[in-house]
């Protein structure tokens, strides 16, 4: 259970952080006009992270090859940022985006690119 655990645990969290930073109304990291980049760069760098522990969690824990891990982390990562996007349509001032989904999927095609 314990090796279990050190596995899926940091998995659980970071998708609860992903959760809560999503469950903030009105979200925004400045005021200047440079915000979008910001937020659309934190999306690679949450999600890019995210694909990277569910491998960490998958690889630790199966037998599978790369190739299986990697379109299971793939699909569990492009999942996730669908009802991340789902869960945002209920929070005052955020909305969820198709194109949202598209960059958290390709943060995590492209953090999985690199073999560990």
Not at 35 to 50: E, N, T
């Amino acid at each position: 259970m314990k090796r279990f655990l050190s596995f899926w645990l940091p998995v659980v969290l970071w998708a609860w952080f992903i959760y809560y930073l999503s469950s903030i109304p009105y979200l925004r990291i400045t005021l200047a006009w440079y915000d979008i980049i910001l937020r659309k760069l934190a999306h690679l760098f949450v999600y890019a992270v995210l694909a990277r522990l569910i491998a960490r969690a998958l690889t630790g824990s199966t037998f599978w090859s790369w190739k299986k891990i990697f379109w299971s982390s793939l699909v569990l990562a492009f999942l996730y940022a669908c009802s991340d996007e789902y869960h945002q349509t209920f929070v005052p001032g955020r909305v969820g985006c198709l194109h949202d989904v598209i960059i958290d999927t390709l943060a995590a095609w492209l953090a999985l690119g690199f073999k560990p």
